[in-house]
């Protein structure tokens, strides 16, 4: 185990000189967060348990780390020990829904197919409330509902139900939804929708009844008509692209949303009126930049950092213009970098955690160190 560490010591220090480039040894130089990653987060699982895509990663008030992955998406030679007989010694899925602590323990699992509840076909998105309440989502063109649970696995409440696209101005369905964050003080859910549908829309976080929705530039009635291929050189759409990719709402009350494929953040009131957006990496043309962002832990919340997994970085801006401040991670499979790195968490010290779709499948930590 020494000389396990000890090499992978050194991967590390080559990872951490040429993940950050240039943008890294900036921010040295600087007040700008700076991260370095942590190889032994999380610690091996247990039970011969393996991952699939991580297609999800949220962090609760106790600074424990949630991930939900896709059981499904293991390759044959990844499964052999669920054969009977079993082909290889190694694996068997993991449960879809897993908790660590911030060290990297596991602390719990559970979840899957179970009566009262209809479990996406494909994971996609996990949020955990105030209350320690967990939020999932699907993205299959079937999955249309949202489910909760208790942080033990117990089922709550589902919103919406399994079937064909609804429609972006269907007020209660839901098509292929990718994410959502609760409004505590509010009682309200707000939900990426999606990998189908073009709109933000909320729901009453108890009853789950509709509430309102609006599609990109604040618009109350998002078009469903099939859309140009992104040019970064043509003029800015009017419309979300598919997916709408996250929900994010800050301390002073906006709306942070992601429109994936068209390589932007907009940015809302509340009641869906429009105040601005960024455009981050607009050349992008490979499925966008714009995957996933957090707010930074401060009061002010003075920063966002954005998942770009088409580019395979994590991007720093300041949120008070969308100016980039750092830029650092690329692809490739030692700790820092990244293979479709899907979604992004912070804890209360500042720490980032990411999650991996595609040929990633993998969740890192990567500890604030400036």
Known sequence: MARLRTILSVVLVAAIASFSGQAFAEGAKSAVPR??????????????????????????????????HRPSTLLDDEKGAQKD????????????VLKFDSAGNLLASWGGPGQGYDWPKNEHGIFVDKDGNVWIAGNDKADAQILKFTPAGKFLQQIGKPGGPSGSN????????????????????????GYQNRRVVVFDAKSGAYKRHWGAYGTKTPTDDKLPAYDPKAPLSKSFGNPVHCVRI??????????????????????????????????????????????????????????????????????????????????????GQFK????????SKGNLYTAEVGFGRRSQKFLRVQ
């Open 35 to 68: 991260f370095e990653p942590q190889p032994f987060w999380p610690k091996p699982l247990p039970g011969n348990w393996i991952v699939g895509q991580v297609s999800g990663i949220a962090v609760d008030r106790n600074d424990n780390i949630w991930i939900i």
């Open 85 to 96: 007989p079993p082909a290889t010694k190694c694996c068997t899925a993991a449960p879809p």
């Open 170 to 193: 269907t007020p209660g369905g839901l098509g292929s939804p990718a994410h959502m964050i609760v409004d505590e003080a509010a009682g309200e859910l707000y939900v990426a929708d």
């Open 250 to 335: 800050s301390h002073d009350n906006l709306v942070y949303v992601c429109d994936r494929t068209n390589s932007r953040i907009q940015i809302f009131q509340k009641d869906g009126t429009f105040v601005k957006e960024f455009r981050v990496t607009p050349e992008t043309l490979q499925n966008g930049s714009v995957w996933d962002l957090v707010l930074s832990e401060d009061r002010a919340q003075r920063y966002i950092f954005m998942a770009d997994g088409a580019n395979g970085q994590i991007v720093t801006l300041l949120r008070e213009n969308g100016n980039v401040v750092t830029a650092w991670g690329r692809h490739g499979r030692q700790p």
């Open 340 to 347: 479709w790195v899907h979604n992004i968490a912070i804890d």
